[in-house]
């Protein structure tokens, strides 16, 4: 592993070779909002939330999956960068129910803090609504489709941390759905392990612990403030 010299925002930046932008860009302190990506868990690139722009190419980069290279120049904030951010998080809300109002996690959800963080106040995308079911059939947990935006963390902590591969994703594009147990009810699932991590990740309202809203959200917004390392929450009603 050697050490590589880029720019971020025109500040020179030393960094290690198997470094992802994601992480070198917010040891600078600088913020840029992300969803699929986890520390760790391995890398997914889904949401697109944490696009860079590298000087020199046109197209926008996903920092959390761009490895650092030496001389690379990389912009966090362009106007270009504001703009994609904005209708990234509009698609993301229009595809699927985030009726924030009532959801368990309403105040507790990450997608929420950083539709606020990026000013989003409305959609103009027209919304998909669909109609997709809820699996209610696990002891303890409750997976809505309708609030999930496949950032895969779920998954990706039941394949990585866990070990349990109960959980993956089936279908393309808007089609796009994550399965239990092979595709069977989540409460048939004979590998789940009933942890609860896929829970404690899930940036969305998409996986809650049942019958217990209150204690469910006092761990989620303690989790939510675990991610977020300290940078300040603002309460947000959808
Ligand atoms: Fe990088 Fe989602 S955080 S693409």
Redesign the pocket.
């Known amino acids: 592993m050697s050490v590589v010299t880029l720019h971020i925002n025109d500040e020179i930046v030393s960094a290690r070779s198997d470094q992802k932008l994601l992480e070198v860009i917010r040891e600078q302190g600088i913020e840029i909002p ?4 986890m520390d760790g868990i391995s890398e997914l ?6 696009l860079v722009e590298v000087k020199g190419s046109n197209r926008l980069l ?3 999956v761009t490895p650092v290279q030496e001389g690379m120049s990389v912009y966090t904030h362009s106007e270009r960068l504001v703009n994609y951010r904005h209708i990234t998080m509009e698609l993301l809300l229009s595809e699927r129910n985030h009726t924030c109002a009532v959801c368990v996690m309403n105040g507790h959800c990450e997608l929420q803090y950083e539709a606020a963080e990026l000013g989003v106040d409305h959609v103009r995308y027209e919304y998909m609504t669909p109609d997709l079911p809820i699996d209610a059939s696990h002891s303890k947990f409750t997976l809505d489709h309708n609030r999930c935006i496949l950032c895969m963390r779920c998954v990706r902590v039941c394949d990585e941390v866990e070990g349990a591969h109960t959980l993956d994703v089936m279908g393309r594009g808007t089609n796009s759905r994550i399965i239990t147990a092979l595709n069977r009810p989540w409460g048939d699932s004979i590998s789940c392990t009933k942890c609860g991590k896929c829970v404690q990740v899930c940036p969305t309202g998409a996986l809650f612990e049942k019958g217990s809203s209150v204690g469910e959200m006092e761990k989620r917004h303690a989790f939510l403030s675990w991610i977020l390392n300290g940078r300040e929450r603002k309460e947000w009603h959808w």
């Open positions: 992300t969803l699929c990506h690139g889904g949401c697109r939330l944490c996903a920092a959390c």
